[in-house]
């Protein structure tokens, strides 16, 4: 008995050893999962929080105006979108450095400059705009804006000031949960698939003022400064480096994919309500909110104010972060959401002004919200093109990126990308200082 005991033992060892594989991931799909999960984060918070007010607001003039006929540019803007990402991504986890730190090392102070000057005004002005759309979206649950944007500003500067980036990071990523709420508020509109099929294989074109505007403002808002300002300050604080370049990239790319996703869902909302009830106009978020009511019923109008709600505070959130970030990489400051006011006081003074001067701003009866967004676009329209450029030229510096710069078919798509973007982006510009 006593030689059949070693026995036994062996035979059950042996057999747990055989089934412990099961347990584990050992397949390619599911280590490229956990390799995703470990580093969720920077581009999924960024492309959705360029959903903002005034995306949503955009987005929903589009389908109200047009019904479908511009789903077909969303495909072509995601792949923009992907492209600009997945650079300032790249470069971020190759260089550890952010995008304004790379611009003063490589181009001079001038340049790093001005670039921090333009994200500081641009990213006020939205940031107020956020704060305004959180109001505008509890006040159709009867709350007051005067209550209910205070608080919110205190709860977003106590998660940037007060906690850590790793859980400042899931609250974001959490935040992202009430877009889903634009799916079922499309599908609640009963819209008719087959065309919104059609609609986005085939291209429908027009060529008067109007639809050229909001094709122009779409893709202006679809792909802004902060976003890839803020991606690539993330992925540094994240401590990303070149190992984590693959699932980095998985990342970025279905998060682009599922913002645009969300703001294609937007426009089918409203286009298979407003547009085809005649109701073609749209002042802000909220009036798109209230005007599906009749149509979709008012679960709808709750969902798109949610979606409205979540989308504001992420951007309220991520604003004043991307800003205290550039001006902390421009000027050599310490920066990080996980760094305590006595250690970063320009990050954290950044942030805190910002979200302050927002709240007291949104609360004013009246405020011209519409005069401040067309100013801010003004001054998007100037940064863009030089933001891109910069990001295309410095991921595509062998000195700098080594084996990780722009391969030469992915820096012509870049090159284009950038070209017909800061184009469309100088033309929004143009037709905003002219005034149409």
């Keep these: 008995m006593a030689v059949r005991v070693p026995a036994v033992i ?20 599911a280590a490229r999962l956990l390799g995703l999960f470990a580093v969720l984060g920077p581009g999924l918070i960024a492309a959705n929080a360029g959903n903002d007010a005034g995306g949503i607001a955009t987005y929903a003039s589009v389908g109200a105006k047009y019904g479908y006929d511009l789903l077909w540019m969303m495909v072509v803007i995601t792949v923009s979108l992907i492209v600009v990402q997945e650079m300032a991504a790249r470069m971020g986890a190759v260089t550890g450095k952010g995008l304004a730190e790379l611009i003063r090392e490589q181009y001079g102070i001038r ?32 709350i007051p804006f005067q209550v209910s944007v205070p608080i919110a500003a205190l709860v977003v500067w106590l998660l940037l000031v007060r906690g850590s980036y790793k859980v400042a990071e899931r609250v974001f990523v959490l935040m992202t949960i009430p877009f889903f709420a634009y799916p079922i508020a499309a599908i609640l509109a009963r819209p008719h698939w087959g065309v919104v099929g059609k609609a986005i294989v085939v291209p429908h ?39 984590d370049l693959r699932a980095a990239r998985a990342e970025v790319v279905s998060g682009s994919i599922f913002a645009n996703l969300v703001a294609m869902f937007i426009i089918i909302a409203t286009g298979a309500t407003l547009f085809v009830h005649g109701d073609h106009t749209v002042n802000n978020a909220a009036d798109a909110a209230r005007a599906l009511k009749p149509f979709a019923g008012r679960f709808a109008e709750a969902l798109f104010a949610e979606g409205l709600l979540g989308a504001s505070l992420l951007a309220a959130a991520i604003l004043p972060v991307t800003a205290a970030y550039v001006i902390a990489e421009t000027f050599g400051f310490e920066k990080g959401i996980s760094q305590r006011p006595r250690e970063a006081p320009v990050f954290v003074g950044v942030i805190t002004t910002l979200i302050a001067i927002g709240t007291l701003v949104a609360i004013i009866p009246g405020v011209p919200v519409i005069k401040l967004l067309v100013g801010v676009q003004v001054v998007n329209g100037v940064l863009l093109p030089i933001t891109l450029f910069f990001v295309w030229r410095l991921a595509s510096n062998r000195e700098l990126m080594g084996e990780y710069a722009n391969g030469r078919t992915f820096n012509v798509l870049a090159g284009a990308t950038v070209i017909a973007t800061s184009t469309l982006s100088l033309l929004l510009l143009a037709v905003t200082v002219l005034g149409f």
């Excluded at 062996?10 to 799909?29: C, I, Y």
């Design 111 to 142: 340049w790093s400059l001005f670039a921090t000057v333009s994200v500081l005004l641009a990213n006020l002005g939205i940031c107020i705009s956020e704060f305004v759309g959180i109001g505008a979206a509890l006040n159709l649950a009867g």
């Design 10 to 29: 062996a035979l059950v060892r042996e057999r747990m050893l055989a089934r412990r594989p099961r347990l584990r991931p050992r397949s390619r799909l």
């Design 205 to 243: 074109i027009q060529l008067n003022s109007t639809y050229l505007f909001l094709f122009i403002a779409t893709a202006g808002t679809t792909i802004t400064p902060f976003m890839q300002l803020y991606v690539q300050s993330a992925v540094v604080e994240k401590g990303l480096g070149p190992e």
